[in-house]
């Protein structure tokens, strides 16, 4: 579904990505964890070509982001993202905001658009708040909206950027909720986070960033219990407390 | 000095009127003109087409820094030399527009940068292109912001407009100044007019302050 091969980022004469290849299945729930400004939200942003990369290629479900001639419009529609920040459109209400890419990127009717919307907000819990704006909303509910905005494209993939981060407990699990679902859905997924019991239960591999580079890609039971590098055991003991 | 007369002023309403309507008809078209250039100045200059930022910017910084009434002389006598011989009128409306469409793409300019970047993010992480995101979401949340300054633009633009008079065209200015130094009529005249501008740019003020509330943003810009 998703291949890297060996790409790199560096913005002036910093490098923020070096040498990174991964591979993503269909259906597959990666989990992308490591310390603060190691490159994983340039690693997503690469992906679905929001960031450009200074070498290597990216392919999407067989198709070339990289390529200087791709139509990134097109593979953006395909892939969705969620922030951290959320980034609703604040002008537009609720369902306006859910409507503007099929509309507009689609160019599906309004009518069309509008079912689509309600069906998702029915979905993620946020029916009654459909002509609310976004400033409104509680965190949680922007970003179960956000999610629902990126689903309305229908995309093949969902790359999330710590979407739970700026979330209080409770909130968080609204989402998580949410996210467990489209897990459950087949929705192939790449979550940067920072909530491991999620890594844990939902992931299915989990990769390891740290100074750039990609150290360690394993299913979560290997990754938390026989790390095989000497980084990763370093962060799971200072970062997480385990013994390992 | 004689005292103020009344009668002189309410005897040139007539021609008075005459340049309020040119003055009114040049600052209306010029007005929109200059919103055109200035979004697009505004929008070209956020490519990456490199030549083009780079003219633009050049092209901002030659207007924004040299005197109108030099522009008006340089488009009056210099667009006939390659051939485009235009009414003075229209040689006012075209460096009324330019010049002000250079401050207002300024204006745009900061604008746009005050939205936040995660908003273009966002847009185009769902496939919209990069023309779609700026009119569907940058701009709208811009023009909610650069209402007042933009009202300022417009507002310097009727006052500016009084230097079309230089290459002869009859607006309020013209036909002040020609009262007051035909009929020495200096204090009648020039306070009529000082007057008669000053309603002018009001006008423009009330429209912007009725904008401002109408355009309230639901949502601070760019945060959620
Ligand atoms: N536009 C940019 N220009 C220059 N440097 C940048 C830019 N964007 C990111 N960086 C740098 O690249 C590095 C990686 O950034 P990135 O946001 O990908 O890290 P991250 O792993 O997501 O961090 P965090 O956990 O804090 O979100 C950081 O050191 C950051 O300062
Ligand atoms: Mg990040």
């Known amino acids: 579904m998703i291949k890297v091969e060996k790409i790199y980022k560096a913005y002036k004469n910093f490098d923020v990505l070096i040498d990174v290849s991964a591979q993503v299945e269909k259906g597959q729930i990666v989990a992308v964890i490591g310390p603060s400004g190691c490159g994983k939200s340039t690693f997503l942003r690469c992906i679905n070509g929001l960031e450009k990369v200074s070498k290597g290629r990216i392919y999407v479900d067989g198709k070339e982001v990289t390529a200087p001639d791709t139509n990134l419009n097109k593979i953006r529609s395909e892939v969705g993202i969620v922030f951290q920040q959320f980034n609703l459109f604040p002008h ?44 409104q909303l509680s965190g949680g509910q922007a970003q179960r909206v956000a999610i629902a905005r990126s689903l309305a494209m229908e995309p093949k993939i969902m790359l999330f950027d710590e979407p739970t981060s700026a979330l209080d407990p409770k ?54 219990h026989n790390p095989q590098s000497e980084i990763t055991r370093e962060f799971l003991r200072s970062v997480l407390k385990l013994e390992v | 000095m004689s ?31 200059a919103f055109a250039i200035g979004i697009t100045i505004a929008f070209l200059r956020r490519t990456d087409i490199k030549p083009m930022t780079k003219l633009m ?76 995101t700026f009119r569907l979401i940058i701009f ?15 507002i310097n633009l ?39 501008y000053m309603a002018l740019t009001g006008i423009v003020a009330l429209l912007t302050n009725i904008i401002e509330q109408n355009l309230k943003i639901s949502g601070k810009a760019g945060s959620i």
């Open chain 1, 92 to 135: 537009m209400s609720v369902k306006e905001n859910i409507m503007l890419a099929p509309v507009k990127v689609k160019k599906i009717s309004k009518s069309d658009a509008d079912q689509i919307a309600m069906a998702l907000l029915e979905k993620v819990g946020m029916l009654d708040h459909a002509h609310k704006y976004p400033e």
């Open chain 1, 171 to 224: 909130m968080t699990n609204e989402v998580l909720d949410t996210m467990k679902q489209l897990a459950q859905d087949g929705m192939t997924m790449i979550v940067v986070t920072h909530e491991m019991s999620f890594a844990r239960e939902v992931a299915n591999k989990i990769m390891f960033f740290s100074q750039s580079r990609l150290i360690e890609e394993a299913a979560p039971d290997k990754f938390f």
């Open chain 2, 3 to 33: 005292e103020f007369d009344i009668k002189y002023i309410v005897e040139s309403l007539p021609y008075i009127a005459k340049g309020i309507e040119l003055t009114i008809f040049i600052s209306i078209i010029s007005s929109i003109l």
């Open chain 2, 57 to 132: 910017a050049l092209f901002v910084e030659l207007t924004r820094n040299t005197p109108l009434l030099i522009q008006l002389y340089i488009y009056y006598k210099g667009l006939p030399s390659i051939g485009l011989n235009l009414s003075p009128i229209a040689c006012g409306i075209i460096s009324l527009s330019i010049y002000t469409g250079v401050f207002i793409s300024e204006v745009f300019r900061a604008g746009i940068n005050s939205i936040a970047h995660e908003q273009y993010q966002a847009a185009r992480g769902l496939g919209l292109s990069d023309f779609q």
């Open chain 2, 140 to 154: 709208p949340q811009a023009l909610r912001i650069i209402i007042p300054p933009l009202g300022s633009q417009f």
């Open chain 2, 158 to 196: 009727i006052k500016n407009s009084s230097l079309v008079s230089f290459i002869a065209v009859t607006d309020l200015f013209y036909v002040i100044y020609k009262g007051a130094v035909d009929d020495f009529m200096f204090f009648e005249m020039f306070i009529t007019g000082a007057l008669i």
